[in-house]
């Protein structure tokens, strides 16, 4: 309807939105953009919590363990090997690599394993692919000579570590950041000597181990000391006892006692050598908190367990 005014009355502009009024308007509709955007983002982050957690460790590897899953013969990954010939490495007497077949996790830990006293590397084969088959590479050697001492495996240990990093044909494969080194007997006692020379290893374990020097204050590498409560050969009660009491107070370590064995028994398959190892090895090496439940609290006294001591829980 048309208004009518007065004469004379100057008739008022028409109304139009003052410049801060639309200020106000902008501000508020960015106010709520943003408002939104973070709201959205907000369910972003929320639905991807779950692959953060997960990524919290990159180096897991493998599904979730069980008692059954560490103790079985093969673990999930398939595996594949390959011969290495002593003519083509310097400072071990080579050997062969096993690992995981498929690339689809990215590299691995890796752990090398040194046979004893006179021994060769198809003593302590049976080690190669069960690891492997857990998500290692492993690299069993054979030594320069079958008389090498504990000094000298300790050495060839870490040279081959070097070559398996460095030179092989998996090295992409290998995380060299995460080392082990493991060895029955003499090679037992290589496992210390190398973890002594090389600090920034991962993880050692050795097998009824036997060396000379029976204090290893030095160590800083979390080390499992696996005994046998019939060896005749490096008593428990002159090597593998001393060798563990003697690591650091401060250190991460364990000290399994086989019950019912003897010096050999690394020699061949072994269920509660591989499942203690496995676990020491994933916890350490991938630091996979995973397998803490296998190692704390403390295994008790069993059919194949003498005795078990540890430090728990562990803080690596």
Not at 19 to 24: A, E, K, V, W, Y
Not at 151 to 156: I, V
């Amino acid at each position: 309807m048309q208004q009518h005014l007065p004469s004379g009355t100057i008739p008022p502009r028409p109304s139009r939105p003052s410049r801060s009024g639309t200020f106000m308007g902008r501000s508020r509709t960015l106010t709520g953009l943003v408002a939104a955007a973070a709201a959205t983002a907000g369910l972003l982050l929320t639905g991807l919590a779950p692959g953060a957690q997960a990524a919290d460790n990159p180096y897991e590897r493998g599904p979730a363990p069980t008692n059954a899953s560490i103790e079985a013969s093969r673990g999930s990954y398939s595996t594949s090997q390959t011969s290495v010939s002593s003519l083509a490495v310097t400072g071990f007497g080579g050997g062969t690599i096993y690992y995981p077949t498929s690339t689809a996790d990215g590299t691995f830990g890796a752990v090398v394993i040194s046979p004893g006293f006179t021994a060769y590397e198809s003593s302590i084969a049976w080690l190669g692919p069960r690891l492997a088959s857990q998500g290692f590479v492993v690299f069993t050697i054979d030594t320069n000579t079958t008389l090498d001492q504990p000094d000298s495996r300790g050495r060839q240990l870490l040279a081959a570590l070097d070559y398996l990093t460095q030179r092989s044909s998996v090295r992409t494969r290998v995380d060299a950041t995460r080392l082990g080194v493991m060895g029955h007997s003499m090679g037992g006692g290589g496992s210390l000597e190398a973890a002594k020379s090389r600090t920034s290893l991962k993880a050692a374990i050795p097998l009824t181990g036997w060396n000379t020097d029976k204090t290893w204050p030095e160590l800083r590498t979390p080390t499992l000391v696996v005994g046998a409560d019939g060896d005749t050969v490096a008593p428990v009660r002159t090597h593998s006892e001393p060798f563990y009491e003697s690591l650091p107070g401060s250190l991460d370590k364990a000290y399994l006692e086989l019950r019912g064995a003897s010096h050999f028994t690394p020699n061949t398959s072994d269920t509660t050598i591989a499942k203690y190892s496995i676990s020491w090895l994933k916890r350490f090496i991938d630091n996979d908190t995973r397998y803490e439940q296998f190692l704390c609290p403390l295994p008790r006294p069993s059919l194949t367990i003498a005795e078990y001591r540890g430090t728990c829980p562990h803080t690596a």
